[in-house]
């Protein structure tokens, strides 16, 4: 049970620090805004790690927080790769899909075997990722491709961050997001985007990525609780919670597919809980 409460709040900080970043990017572009959260998100860790003196950085903890942020990199890179074509509809919902589908697979291939009555939570929130995810406007096939690779760049980056060893502290979560920057820069420059901060705003981003960074340390914690199988699939979630806050603070209208998701998404809770 702490597992899924720990995983419902990594979900609900992922899902806040996308709706921030999504309300900023209306004003500053988003390779920028992605850049800047990852670079603040970075700097508020290494600070609380210094101040708390968290023990260094291992070759093991080094190794899996750079894999993971190499994951959430290039997961980000591919996926506003398809949202630039205008692939919103399909790339976002196959990459949240993608994001619990790979931790999953990780998770079963290293033995673990959750009850059948959380199997049957895990296997609705895979529909219901999509469908909370999925726009009205849907979008046909062509972004398939692109969704499918930043999905398995963010279940990559869920995986492998899984895998840091107990007591290794904060560094790693800024390690993570120190690389995923760079990549970000990688990815923005070969889209030829522009991704340098020149307005003001772009300092706010900071806020996105200190919900992200916390948001990724609470799953890492969730991991040390419970099976990776079940702490992913809770924490990749989380498009449920932007969606309620685009509702609530924007107005946003919630279309049926979404509604059938948000439905889903508490039965999948529900039953992962019970199980």
Request: proline residues 4%; charged residues 5%.
């Amino acid at each position: 049970m702490t597992a899924v409460l720990l995983a419902l709040l990594s979900a609900l900080c992922y899902g806040t620090s996308d709706f921030v970043g999504g309300v900023l990017s209306a004003r500053v572009p988003p390779w920028t805004v992605a850049l800047c959260a990852q670079l603040g998100g970075a700097a508020s860790v290494a600070v609380v790690a210094l101040l708390g003196g968290d023990p260094g950085l291992t070759a093991a903890s080094a190794g899996w927080a750079c894999l993971a942020g190499a994951g959430s990199g290039l997961g980000t890179a591919f996926l506003y790769r398809g949202l630039a074509a205008g692939r919103m509809g399909v790339v976002a919902p196959i990459s949240g899909v993608g994001s619990a589908v790979v931790p999953v697979l990780v998770g079963f291939a290293g033995g673990e075997r959750p009850a059948a009555l959380v199997w049957l939570g895990i296997v609705l929130a895979l529909p219901a990722i999509y469908l909370v995810a999925r726009t009205s406007g849907g979008g046909g096939s062509a972004g398939a491709l692109d969704g499918a690779l930043a999905g398995v760049g963010f279940g990559v980056s869920f995986a492998a961050i899984a895998q840091v060893p107990a007591g290794s502290g904060l560094w790693p979560l800024a390690v993570n997001q120190l690389v995923a920057a760079v990549l970000l820069v990688g990815g923005a420059t070969v889209a030829r985007s522009a991704w340098l901060p020149g307005k003001p705003q772009a300092a706010l981003a900071a806020v996105a990525g200190m919900l992200a960074a916390a948001a990724l340390g609470v799953f890492l914690d969730a991991t040390r609780h419970g099976y990776l199988t079940v702490t992913a699939v809770i924490a990749a979630l989380y498009p449920a919670a932007t969606v309620l806050l685009a509702a609530t603070v924007l107005r946003e209208r919630i279309h049926r597919a979404q509604a059938l998701g948000l439905g889903l998404c508490a039965v999948a809770v529900a039953l992962v809980a019970g199980g």
